[in-house]
């Protein structure tokens, strides 16, 4: 058995929470095998001690995200346990076969960290349930092993694709879902409920979240991405709608957005001075993270997966990220009765009374700051992941079903620019600047 000495391929670490030596990857899970899962169940509670995993019948290599390895694993145990499920999912933060995923391996901490926090009495949202989880700072190693969420079964509707919501007959019902997950968790937070462990395993500092995703470029690079989405929209305007296609707009567009790289800090302070707005969220809880199904009186419900880089945050990242990959016309004709929604499902169980308006705003210049430090390359995201986008007849062509990842740069960076043309952000700007005397 290897335990970590070095940061090269290891196959055991030893856990910081439970001392144990937790495979870093599947063929060393594959070779730790019953004897192992027996242990790690044990002492996470998962298993009675007078029980036993006798056998290992499904060890399955699942591969989706952009980070570690992943399994579905199947297990067999001496004898059945009241809820004690066999079909189970494991996800490594580690991936030594590819460098890229593999430099991403700190993003299961936090969602081991919240894991962890979600068996704690008073939990308010569905997420699977955990069966074993540790980490290794050092290292960056974990593991974590929690219920499969078998789509398409036992009343669980099938996975629903980001960015997809043509294909859905009701799509407001899902994000109003998803909102309302999102609303009570952070309710759950400020409340008190969930405290001190938010506190103690999420720490916040203003200083530190203000200075979180920078906007790593100059005024000249700007330019450059600006003037290479006006290429993209004069070659492609089948993929855009109308109002984010006209030179009027793209020259406001550049006049604002170079605005905001210049004040981005004085931006993203504003963000995070009021505490109201801070809270535990789910970074990234579009419709693709969660899974639905209906109760007894027929009413949607959603459950919350893949809760990497949770912490506490400015709920707008939080409504930013579950709405994002909605359609065009949930953000122009919906927008505000979500935000009525979250905003009275927060306030409701002992959350803060938010107003809509400066969330909305928050939401804005949330948007308008990820994207610059990240996604204005999306056109040229877009064309490298399917050349063939280029002659689609428009943004639901058949041919995006071939590539998620240029689909979703390109609804998401869409979504975003309609929020700007039709919010005026930059308008958005100017207000911040009038509040921080610095116009």
């Known amino acids: ?58 060890f399955e290599p699942c591969n989706i995200g952009s ?41 299961l901490a936090p969602e081991i960290r919240l894991a962890v926090l979600s068996r704690s009495p008073g939990f308010p949202i569905t997420v699977p349930a955990v069966y074993f989880a540790d980490f290794h700072f050092e290292s960056g190693t974990g593991l974590i092993i929690t219920e499969r969420i078998n789509f398409g079964e036992g009343g669980i509707e099938p996975l629903h694709s980001k960015c997809m919501d043509h294909e859905l007959e009701a799509p407001l019902d ?25 506190d103690v395993q999420f720490p916040f500092d203003p200083a530190i979240a203000a200075a979180d995703d920078p906007i790593a470029m100059d005024d000249q690079s700007l330019r450059k991405l600006l003037a290479d989405y006006a290429a993209f929209a004069a070659r492609c305007p089948q993929l ?29 302070r504003y963000m995070h001075t009021d505490p109201d707005f801070i809270a535990l969220s ?33 709920v707008a ?10 359609s065009l016309h949930i953000w122009d004709h919906h927008l505000d009765s979500l935000l009525v929604s979250f905003t009275r499902e927060l306030h409701a169980h002992g959350g803060p009374r938010l107003d809509v308006t400066e969330l909305r705003l928050h939401i ?9 430090a990240g996604l204005f390359d999306a056109p040229a995201r877009v064309l490298a992941c399917l050349p063939e986008a280029a002659e689609a007849c428009g ?25 700007w043309e039709t919010h005026d952000l930059g308008k958005s700007l100017d207000l911040v600047l009038d509040r921080t005397n610095r116009i």
């Open 1 to 58: 058995m290897k335990i970590y000495d070095a940061p090269a391929a290891l196959d055991f670490v030893l856990g910081d929470t439970t001392g144990l030596a937790i495979p870093a990857h599947a063929e060393a899970l594959r070779c730790a095998g019953e004897a192992f899962l027996t242990n790690a169940l044990h002492h996470s509670g998962s298993l009675s001690e007078d029980n036993r995993v006798t056998r290992i019948t499904k």
């Open 67 to 107: 980070t570690g390895q992943k399994l579905f694993l199947s297990l067999e145990y001496a004898r059945a346990e009241p809820d004690l499920l066999s079909d189970l999912f494991v996800k490594f933060s580690r991936d030594f076969t590819d460098g890229l995923r593999d430099r991403r391996r700190g993003e």
């Open 174 to 198: 899902y994000y109003r879902t998803i909102v309302t997950a999102l609303a009570r968790l952070a309710a759950a937070h400020k409340s008190g409920i969930l405290s001190p462990q938010v």
């Open 240 to 268: 855009l709608p109308a109002n984010i296609t006209s030179p009027q707009f793209i020259a406001r567009l550049e006049r604002d957005a170079l605005r905001f790289l210049r004040h981005e800090t004085t931006v993203k």
């Open 282 to 314: 789910h970074f990234n809880a579009n419709i693709d993270n969660a899974w639905f199904w209906r109760d007894a009186n027929g009413m949607l419900q959603c459950g919350l997966l893949d809760w990497q880089r949770a912490r506490q945050m400015n």
């Open 317 to 326: 990242y939080a409504l930013w990220g579950g709405l994002c990959g909605a």
């Open 364 to 372: 804005g210049l949330y948007a308008a700051t990820m994207v610059l």
């Open 395 to 419: 943004p639901l062509d058949p041919v995006f079903r071939r590539s998620e990842a240029a689909r979703s740069f390109l609804h998401v960076f869409t979504v975003f620019l309609n929020l």
